[in-house]
């Protein structure tokens, strides 16, 4: 790593500058907000515009506070440099993820991360000093001298030669009165991950390899590739549940929408081991729930990706044609996670299965009147009787430490079958369970 507090700021300038013109792979970092307020200020000092180099070491402070990047490091620049390399997108992160060996581009990518590890030795402190550095140079440079006709007449008297006054160009660069007391702040607090990530385990060591500071990170190119290989890219490394409105994927916090294990047990536990397959890489027929409303399929679906939390899992609340998953499927196909697409409510059953990538699985809800079609695995939620109804009364009641006697219980489950003239219903058990309460 390079040491910056060993650097004079002309130094430093010109090497920041190369790095950053040196970026390929990793171009877009350059062109981001933080990168560029950094060669401002570079820029800035070379030219001897004290005023802008100040301005751009604080416009690069308040960007990296704003830029997104994970609090992970402690320090400002490290995040960022560590969410640009792991967590945005880029041309590597991509090609690792499908599994899909451009050497050209891997070898860039080696050069690129050497880079991005020599920034990583900057911190803003150096930066401030540099500034600093420059500043007091210029002003020895800018004291009043001999005024012109006292130059002649003392080169006369001597006998001296007068020689045209140099002019200089970053001397003749009008400095501000002073500087701000203070350098920008970048350190913030100790190493921790301080927010939840899908794949914090294996992000966790990322972080860890990567901060130590003893290995050049163009060492680590193959390991970076592999955590690439298995955990996939940008937000499939944040977020385990999302929502497809259009053909954009929205990031949901986790979601389960019934408090307790669904109701219908038997039916849950055939649609789980059927995840549990597909997650095993035995299969992936698509599978429909079907039954009438209120019977609680789209609990189930959010039910089935809170308990596999391997499984990424991809909420499409109408789908009406095929051809509408088609970007989705693209998508998806270059990733190395396994997904669930959840249709809800679908009217869709003509699905190739050929046009479905290996790791997704077909998961979709329909009424109870509808036919399968060509979903090999179909699960009808079909509505409780008198008894089945008071059993999934109590257990909620018992969930939530409010147990009642068994007659209570069913005499309210009574009433209920008479006020809905016999629609007895997950969702029904539910309002019986909470007005019981």
């Not at 960007?63 to 997108?89: F, K």
């Not at 390899?209 to 390991?223: A, I, K, N, P």
């Not at 396994?338 to 290996?358: E, H, S, Y």
């Not at 409780?384 to 430490?401: E, W």
Request: charged share 25%.
């Amino acid at each position: 790593m390079r040491q910056f507090h060993d650097c004079s700021w002309l130094e430093a300038a010109e090497a920041i500058l190369a790095m950053t013109s040196r970026l390929t792979v990793m171009k877009a970092a350059a062109e981001d907000k933080p990168m560029k307020e950094l060669a401002r200020c570079m820029e800035s000092l070379l030219l001897g515009d004290i005023r802008s180099a100040s301005n751009a070491a604080f416009d690069m402070t308040a960007a990296l506070l704003t830029s997104g990047a994970r609090r992970v490091s402690g320090d400002l620049m490290r995040d960022y440099l560590l969410h640009r390399l792991l967590i945005e997108p880029n041309p590597f992160s991509r090609m690792a993820a499908a599994n899909v060996l451009d050497e050209a581009l891997y070898n860039a990518m080696r050069v690129d991360m050497g880079i991005l590890y020599e920034l990583m030795g900057l911190d803003s402190a150096d930066l401030y000093r540099y500034i600093t550095e420059r500043y007091n140079q210029l002003r020895v440079k800018t004291r009043p001298g001999l005024d012109d006709t006292t130059r002649l007449a003392s080169a006369a008297w001597g006998g001296a030669v007068l020689r045209p006054k140099q002019d200089d160009g970053a001397g003749q660069s009008i400095l501000p009165a002073m500087l701000p007391d203070s350098a920008p702040v970048w350190h913030y607090g100790d190493e921790e991950m301080r927010d939840t990530y899908a794949a914090d385990e294996a992000l966790e060591e990322m972080y860890h390899r990567l901060l130590e500071g003893g290995l050049d990170w163009s060492s680590m190119t193959e390991d970076v590739w592999n955590f690439f290989a298995s955990y996939g890219t940008g937000d499939f490394l944040k977020y385990r549940q999302f929502m497809l409105r259009g053909e954009r994927l929205i990031p949901l916090k986790d979601i389960r929408l019934s408090p307790v294990q669904p109701l219908m047990e038997a039916e849950y536990r055939a649609c789980l081991e059927h995840c549990i397959e597909f997650m095993r890489g035995n299969l992936a027929d698509p599978m429909l729930i079907t039954g009438s409303a209120g019977m609680g399929k789209t609990t189930m679906l959010f039910s089935l990706a809170d308990e596999l939390p391997e499984m990424r899992f991809i909420y499409v609340p109408e789908c009406r044609s095929i051809t509408q998953l088609a970007p989705l499927f693209e998508e998806l196909s270059h990733q190395p996670l396994k997904f669930m697409v959840a249709l809800d409510d679908t009217q869709v059953r003509d699905f190739a299965v050929r046009a479905v990538p290996v790791n997704v699985l077909i998961a979709a809800t329909a009424s109870e009147s509808e036919g399968c079609g060509m979903f090999t695995k179909c699960i009808r939620l079909k509505k409780p009787q008198l008894d089945g109804f008071a059993n999934m009364v109590q257990r909620l009641l018992d969930a939530a430490g409010a147990a009642l006697p068994r007659e209570v219980v069913r005499s309210a489950c009574v009433d209920c079958q008479v006020d809905t003239k016999g629609e007895l219903t997950v969702a029904t058990a539910v309002s019986v369970a909470e007005g019981l309460r």
